[in-house]
C-alpha cells in the first residue's frame, strides 16, 4: 500500500503542482505583452488562460499533501524533521499561492479585460495609445511584484522537492 501510496503522491505532484509553476512564472511576461496592446484578443487569451491553469491546478494540488501524509503515515515518518519541515514548506507555498499569486493574477487579468474592453467610436472616452511599458510603472511595478511571489512560490516548492528526495537523516542511502 505504501508504494501505491507514494506513486499517487509523486504522480499528483508532478501533474498538480508541474502547470502552477510554469504557468505562474509564464504570467507576468504574458501580462505585459497584454498591456503593451490591450486590443488584441489573443494576448488577453494567453492571460486568461494561464491564470485559469494556475487555478485549476492550484485546486488539484490539494492532493499532494493529502497523499503525501498517507504515505508518511504508512511508512512510519510523520514525526522526521524533515518531514515536518516539508510540510511547513507546503503550507507557506500554499498561502503564498493563495493569498499572493492568484489574486495579483486576477487584479491584473481584470485590468487587461477592462482595457481590451473599452469600446471605440465617436461616443467613447478618447483612448491614450499603449504605452510603452517603461511608462507604465503601476503595471510594471505589479509585474514585477507578482513574478517576486510567484519565484518564492517556485523556491519554496524547489525546496520540498529536494527534501522529499534527499530525506535528511534517512537510513534508506539516498
Known sequence: ???????VHV???????????????????TVRRAMADPTDPQAVAWVR???RICRVY????AAVPVFGFATASSMGVLGDTWLIVSIVLTAI??????????????ALLTGIE??????SGAEAPQRVPAQPE??????RRATARLAMATGIFNLLWATVTVLMIVRPGSTTGA
Do not use: C, N, W, Y
Open 1 to 7: 500500500m505504501t508504494k501505491f501510496l507514494l506513486t
Open 11 to 29: 504522480l499528483a505532484a508532478i501533474v498538480a503542482i508541474g502547470p502552477v509553476t510554469v504557468a505562474a512564472s509564464m504570467f507576468p511576461p
Open 49 to 51: 488562460l494561464l491564470h
Open 58 to 61: 492550484a485546486v488539484m494540488g
Open 93 to 106: 507555498a500554499a498561502g503564498v499561492l493563495g493569498a499572493l499569486v492568484l489574486p495579483r493574477q486576477e
Open 114 to 119: 477592462a482595457a481590451a474592453s473599452v469600446p
Open 134 to 139: 517603461s511608462a507604465q510603472p503601476d503595471s
